[in-house]
């Protein structure tokens, strides 16, 4: 049907039938963490029972099967993506990883003292510190675009920052501290016409949104797939192929190589010179039925449907007396980052817990992006395809209680 049956996808998450301290799970952490719908449970299950093995060496049947499993989830997250070729999908351990990645191949190749790393005031940390690093090592200089008290880019600040000596420009397509959505194919258009390279941090894009790195036109976009119902330690990092193929290796090993001696080594193909021994293969193949399921659910009635849970949250938030929501961009997806008059985000966190409401609370590894809103944490409620507005008022419930015992 054409309506969004959220009681139905409700039943594919097992883990949402639990308890916990006596009421009903009511599962807001995804931006953390996403639950596993059945379907990647027992892909999983199948594999370590039916197929286990290493893949691309042996020539027996179960290290077949496993590297046919393993080269199928290539193709599946190609297609999740719409990237141009298989040589472009390099499976990597999470977002983390991705970004790493690229900072130490593509980074350190190709700073000097001088350039400049441009990134925004609402960074995660993995999409920070990555950078001081590489600049420290190269001597080139990192750069922050800032954003309003709504929690957007200061588009003119953008522009402004954006010139000569920009190399690399990355940013998160959403912020998992605010839910903000950048304006991400102008920020690419920008960078690109003074020939800097992207990367763009799709940790808490690829559970909410259609992502296509051809239209983009990105040159590095990279996600982790626990947040997006697959196992962690799993996640993908797409590059252009022309840059990819000038990167040297990030790290040496098996698999990375076509043949070694002592004196000269020569490197495998894409993108097998980037997946430096045992592959991430369970990871990749859960990753792959995830990966499904979201395109069976679909990726444009999942944005639908959590816009409009969004926007009743908010709503419900703003009716409570001395809550202040942190980030109130115009555009946003999944995330309500908030604090209260009456209480400290532990103390809500606590209590809301004993509800048996998970929310998130703390900094949310983007400390500089508190210290912008003057506020030491927030609480953080974050949505997935099967919340529902009895998970909103569950914790609407929680806070009303917070109220209660501290005011
Ligand atoms: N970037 C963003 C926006 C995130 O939300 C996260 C996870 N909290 C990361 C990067 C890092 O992802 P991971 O820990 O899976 O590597």
């Given at each position: 049907g054409t309506t969004y049956d959220v009681a139905r996808i409700r039943e594919?998450?097992?883990?949402?039938?639990r308890e916990v301290n006596g009421h009903p799970l009511v599962y807001l952490d995804n931006a953390a963490s996403a639950q596993k719908p059945q379907v990647v449970i027992d892909t999983l299950d199948e594999y370590y029972r039916e197929h286990n093995a290493n893949v691309?060496?042996?020539?027996h049947t179960l290290s077949e099967e496993a590297t046919t499993a393993y080269e199928e989830g290539r193709e599946v997250s190609r297609r999740f993506i719409n990237a141009?070729?298989?040589?472009?999908v390099i499976f990597v351990r999470g977002t983390t990883e991705g970004i790493n990645l690229v900072a130490q191949s593509y980074g350190r190749t190709h700073l000097q003292r001088g350039d400049e790393v441009l990134i925004t005031y609402m960074e995660h940390h993995s999409n920070i510190v990555p950078w001081q690093i590489v600049c420290e090592q190269t001597g080139a200089t990192l750069k922050v675009c800032p954003i309003d008290e709504h929690g957007q880019l200061v588009w003119e600040s953008f522009e402004a920052l954006v010139?000569?000596?920009?190399k690399i420009v990355a940013f998160a397509h959403?912020?998992?501290?605010?839910?903000t959505i950048n304006p991400v194919r102008r920020m690419v258009e920008k960078a690109h016409e003074v020939g800097a390279v992207t990367v763009i941090d799709g940790a808490q894009a690829a559970p909410h949104l259609r992502i296509d790195v051809q239209a983009l036109d990105c040159d590095f976009y990279t996600f982790s797939g626990h947040k997006m119902f697959a196992p962690t330690g799993v996640g993908v990092l797409y590059g252009k192929k022309h840059l990819l193929e000038a990167m040297p290796p990030w790290q040496g090993g098996?698999?990375?190589?076509k043949t070694v001696s002592f004196e000269r080594t020569v490197y495998n193909a894409?993108?097998?010179?980037?997946?430096?021994?045992?592959?991430i293969i369970a990871g990749v193949i859960g990753m792959a039925a995830a990966m499904r399921y979201l395109e069976e659910v679909g990726l444009d009635r999942i944005a639908a449907y959590e816009a409009e849970l969004l926007e009743y949250g908010t709503r419900r938030l703003q009716e409570i007396p001395g809550l202040r929501l942190i980030g109130t961009a115009s555009q946003k997806a999944g995330v309500l980052s908030f604090v209260m008059d009456v209480a400290h985000p532990h103390d809500i966190g606590t209590i809301l817990s004993h509800e048996g409401v998970a929310v998130r609370t703390g900094h949310h590894c983007a400390q500089p992006l508190m210290d912008f809103f003057q506020v030491p944490a927030t609480v953080r409620a974050s949505l997935a395809l099967y919340n529902d507005r009895d998970d909103l008022d569950a914790l609407v419930r929680g806070l009303e209680k917070v109220r209660r015992l501290f005011a």
């Open positions: 594919d998450f097992p883990i949402l039938r691309h060496r042996g020539l141009g070729s298989l040589e472009e010139g000569a000596r920009t959403i912020s998992n501290a605010l839910g098996g698999d990375m190589i894409l993108p097998y010179k980037f997946e430096a021994g045992t592959p």
